[in-house]
């Protein structure tokens, strides 16, 4: 796990902010912790918001249900395909990226066509089109996938 000390806009240290990653299986996670609370960004695009208070709970609801190993073993690693994990998972999207990704949309390109753009995978696209209210839910996007594939 990597620890990264946060900056503030003018480039100097902050003392109350840092930002931890790490990743897991190949996939990227960042946690953004402030004095109250903390963002948990997760590989595909999702965001997490909690008071430090709502984590310290998350934390302790999470050592009951899964028991920190007494000997740590490194993963298998597996091979993923690239329509599996872009290059771009685990990065931030820009405003420019959710205007580029609302317009082919809008204008009709498959999920295909996106992850090819965007070098992200389908989970990262159908997320992101989600939280950018393209539509209610993934299974929506997915839907309408098929009926352009299909059309």
Request: glycine share 8%; charged share 30%; with cysteine.
């Amino acid at each position: 796990m990597a620890v990264e000390q946060a900056h503030s806009p003018d480039g100097s240290a902050s003392n109350d902010s840092h930002t931890l990653t790490w990743s897991v299986d190949g996939s990227r996670f960042e946690l953004q912790v402030g004095s109250d609370a903390a963002r948990l960004c997760l590989p595909d695009g999702q965001l997490i918001d909690l008071t430090n208070r709502e984590w310290a709970g998350l934390a302790n609801a999470i050592g009951m249900v899964v028991k920190t190993p007494k000997q740590v073993t490194k993963p298998v690693a597996r091979k993923q395909s690239t329509q599996e994990k872009g290059i771009n998972t685990g990065v931030r999207w820009t405003e420019g990226d959710d205007a580029d990704l609302l317009q082919r949309w809008s204008n009709g390109a498959t999920l295909s066509e996106l992850m090819t753009r965007f070098d992200r995978n389908e989970g990262g696209i159908t997320s992101r089109l989600v939280k950018l209210k393209a539509a209610p839910t993934r299974e929506d996007i997915r839907v309408e996938n098929e009926r352009r594939r299909e059309g």
